[in-house]
């Protein structure tokens, strides 16, 4: 029942991300010269910030800027490389006090429970699984059964993915059919029979079809057709959830998707208070450039503000209050001419754009006590809940 | 908490107590099972895989002496019909049970799929947010919510819990908004009332609409609803129904749990729905019953209605969680059809030992247990399968 058969190569179905690339010699000696920092003091410092919460790797050290001697040794210490951010987020959403953890993670039931809710997303029009049901919505078993609903049934543009999974890896965007020829974001072209049977060797475990999103067209003005989410990330301490920061993901040129590891793609980092954009930053390590303006539509993106913004705080804050007891959530936001809709919620939502988009680190004095409030929460709340099961 | 003898809401049962002589006693003058034996077959099933405590071994009915020790080994207690479940369930691949506990958004995801479910009114939550279900903030909410915008008759329960305990059915409130009429006669003050939820319920309290019951089962039991307990397994390549009993509600009670004194169970024919036994009491108390002790109803012949249409809405309601092995319904039987009250992830099967008359372990439901424990290990490793070769592609892509 589960995901297999992950190999299948050049599928019209995005593939995910590698590893993150150890850094190589001459990354070295590029700072050594560009910045002045001895190999020794880049080891010194690499070797330092592995150590305790920061958790950072020596590639994230480089794709991060950390060599970078503007920096001092406390802006550099409050970074985190992600098995720091794992280490911290799970502080923060502990499996015992967080049990629907699980379902959250179910991108389908999770945004079909917000629709029953009256809460914004995106439609299902149908589901590919061999084995799950769900009730009225239109269920195919085999590639057959997906291949007859996307001749037939589908309301084009389609957008599709996996039930679970992260990163985008599945994605789809199927702008038409035409005769037996779906026609991709992309351009590309892929024959009905053949596309759905890639998707029912690859997604046995489940892939959803849903009416594709188009962005604002204030932001598509900005960054192009392809949705773009707001990343909000919001946090409860026992008072009730707030938000804590916000990051619009600008798509990569010809990506469906924002996901941070494709090339390309920009972030900005959104002032809270009034969905102002604040930065437009590309690339990582020594390629990294800090702009103004779009790099491809040219439209400015410093200084602009998002259209909806209140509205789309209230419901990230609103959707994490169904599920008070996590301490952190990570919604993933898109913005149309609608209004805004939730997409996903990130149980582990990775910091790093935060960091990439501010050049900050999460740990610093203005967030710290924020997580740590949480994390105080969470402590005490794990301890009641061991205290009770001992109890029983 | 508030005092007991105060309490509108339905109070939880008496923890087991330790076995009274006066059972060994009785037990001894009327099966002739001498206090030795019984003991020793005590300790015998304790090291079991039944695992059945002391008082387990009374309640279930394993004491019977025209049981071969074998039979007697097939009765669960508490720990090993967890067992059972957890491997048809695992831990591990079953995270999604905390979700299916969430008593609120769990029933409105099945309204979303156009599946029976109970309509929640309202819910009393300090911070919990619901979407188009209003929500209560205050006890000061919850007495307007009472006194003018609920429809009667209600049904309220806690969010966290289990056994009906803390339930109540609300008939109507009195003509000048002061008092309750609950579903056992009691009149009970409005203010009392909330003040009773607020403080022994923190957590939250659930408001639903009370399901109006099916005539043919109101007939029987009167209008109390009782529900039936259906197991469905996956079993192949769908779920499908491992057994059902009707739970009787006992004439004073509010709802149908078996601990509530008076309170019947019936043994339902998995085919047709057709009743074939009724059951009062537990150990060497228990008796069979002909008819409704208050309705004086015969039960003889009588089978449930919209039975296939029960079974539909159990399996597909189990298949929207293809990686619970099994799974225990709370349904009700409304004149249109079944509504899902709640879906338990770890039923106690003692319901069926009571009304089949023997252990849940028996060879045949042993063989259904151990294909869908099969099946769990094999999406288990295959899912860590699957992770492992994810893992080792993104690896070489570096």
């Known amino acids: 029942m589960t995901d297999t058969g992950i190999q299948a190569p050049k599928s019209a179905l995005l593939d995910g991300p590698g590893t993150a690339k150890k850094a190589e010699a001459p990354l070295i000696a590029q700072v050594a010269k560009a910045y002045g920092v001895s190999p020794l003091r880049q ?118 993915k996996p039930h679970f999974g992260s990163l985008s890896t599945g994605a789809v965007r199927i702008e038409a059919r035409s005769d037996d020829m779906l026609r991709l974001f992309d351009g590309t ?35 192009g057709p392809a949705i773009g989410c707001v990343r909000v990330v919001t946090a409860n301490n026992g008072s009730g959830p707030k938000p804590v920061y916000a990051v619009w993901k600008m798509p990569a040129a010809g990506a469906i998707s924002d996901n941070t590891w494709q090339d390309g793609i920009l972030l900005s980092h959104i002032e809270l208070d009034t969905g102002t954009l604040l930065s437009l930053v590309r690339g990582t390590g020594l390629e990294a450039e800090t702009l103004s303006d779009h790099p491809v539509s040219g ?72 997580w740590q409030a949480v994390v105080d929460r969470q402590t005490k709340q794990v301890a009641r809940l061991q205290s009770a099961s001992k109890g029983n | 908490m508030t005092a007991l003898a105060q309490k509108a809401l339905v109070t939880p049962p008496i923890n087991a107590a330790p076995v009274a002589a006066n059972t060994i006693v009785d037990i001894t003058k009327r099966y002739g099972v001498s206090p030795l034996r019984q003991l020793r077959e005590m300790a015998t099933l304790r090291f079991a895989r039944g695992k059945l405590d002391g008082h387990e071994y009374y309640t279930t009915g394993a004491f019977r002496p025209d049981q071969s020790m074998d039979q007697k080994k097939e009765y669960v207690g508490h720990t090993s019909s967890f067992a059972v479940n957890e491997a048809c369930s695992p831990l591990k691949l079953t995270e999604i049970r905390a979700f299916i506990r969430d008593k609120v958004p769990y029933s409105e995801l099945l309204h979303q799929y156009g599946l029976p479910a ?72 409005l203010d009392a009332f909330v003040a009773e939820i607020v403080a022994d319920y923190p957590e939250g309290y659930i408001f639903q609409t009370a399901v109006h019951q099916h005539p043919d089962l109101t007939a029987i039991t009167g209008p109390v609803i009782g529900t039936m307990r259906y197991i469905t397994l996956w079993d192949g390549d769908w779920p499908r129904l491992l057994y059902a009993v009707w739970k009787l509600p006992s004439p004073r009670a509010m709802s149908d749990n078996y601990w509530q004194k008076g309170s019947m169970a019936g043994q339902l024919d998995r085919e047709t729905g ?73 039923p106690f099967h003692n319901l069926y030992q009571i009304t089949h008359d023997r252990g849940v372990r028996h060879p045949e439901m042993d063989e259904a247990f151990t294909r869908a424990a099969a099946r769990s290990q094999s999406i288990l490793r295959n899912k860590i399968d699957v992770f492992q070769a994810r893992q080792k592609v993104r690896a070489g892509k570096a």
């Not at chain 1, 001697?69 to 409050?78: D, G, H, L, N």
């Not at chain 1, 509205?311 to 952190?328: C, I, K, N, Q, S």
């Not at chain 2, 619901?130 to 309220?156: C, I, M, Q, S, W």
Request: hydrophobic content about 40%.
């Open chain 2, 118 to 189: 109970t309509e929640t009114q309202a819910v009393l939550t300090p911070a919990r947010f619901f979407g188009r279900v209003p929500t209560l903030r205050t006890a000061e909410d919850a007495k307007a919510f009472l006194r003018n915008d609920a429809r009667y008759p209600l049904f309220a329960k806690p969010v966290e819990g289990r056994e009906s305990v803390g339930s109540v059915r609300i008939d109507a409130t009195g003509a000048d908004g002061v008092d309750l009429h609950l579903g056992n006669g009691k009149v009970v003050s």
């Open chain 1, 189 to 223: 072209t892929h024959d009905v029979d053949t596309f759905a049977e890639h998707v029912a060797a690859q997604y046995p475990g489940g892939f959803m079809l849903q009416s594709a999103l188009s962005p604002h067209s204030a932001m598509a003005h900005i960054a």
């Open chain 2, 274 to 346: 057709k009743l074939l036994r009724v059951r009062r009491g537990m150990a060497h108390q228990i008796e069979e019953l002909t008819h409704h002790p208050v309705s004086g109803v015969s039960f003889d012949g009588f089978t449930f209605p919209h039975w296939k249409e029960i079974e539909r809405v159990a399996c597909d309601a189990h298949a929207m969680y293809p990686e619970m092995g099994l799974i225990g319904w709370d349904m009700a039987v409304g004149p249109d059809g079944p509504v899902i009250i709640e879906a338990n992830d770890n």
């Open chain 1, 43 to 160: 080891m010194r410092e690499i070797f330092s910030m592995r150590r305790g919460a920061q958790k950072l790797s020596g590639p994230e050290y480089y794709s991060m800027r950390l060599f970078d001697p503007s920096k001092s040794t406390e802006e550099k210490r409050a970074f985190l490389g992600q098995a720091g951010i794992n280490a911290l987020n799970t502080s923060m959403n502990p499996p015992i006090a967080v049990p629907t953890r699980a379902f959250v993670g179910n991108k389908l039931l999770y945004t079909q429970l917000l629709t029953q809710l009256g809460m914004s997303t995106s439609t299902t029009q149908a589901i590919f699984s061999t084995h799950m049901s769900v009730g009225h919505l239109p269920t195919a078993r085999n590639a057959a059964d997906l291949a007859a609903f996307l001749r037939t049934d589908a309301r084009y543009p389609v957008f599709g």
């Open chain 1, 299 to 370: 439209a400015p993106v410093v200084g602009q503000t998002l259209p909806f913004w209140e509205e789309t705080l209230r419901l990230a804050t609103d959707a994490h209050a169904v599920f008070p007891e996590f301490g952190v959530c990570g919604f993933d936001i898109a913005v149309t001419d609608e209004g805004p809709k939730i997409l996903e919620c990130n149980d582990n939502p990775s910091h790093m754009m935060y960091q990439r988009a501010t050049g900050r680190g999460i740990q610093n004095p203005d967030l710290a006590p924020i």
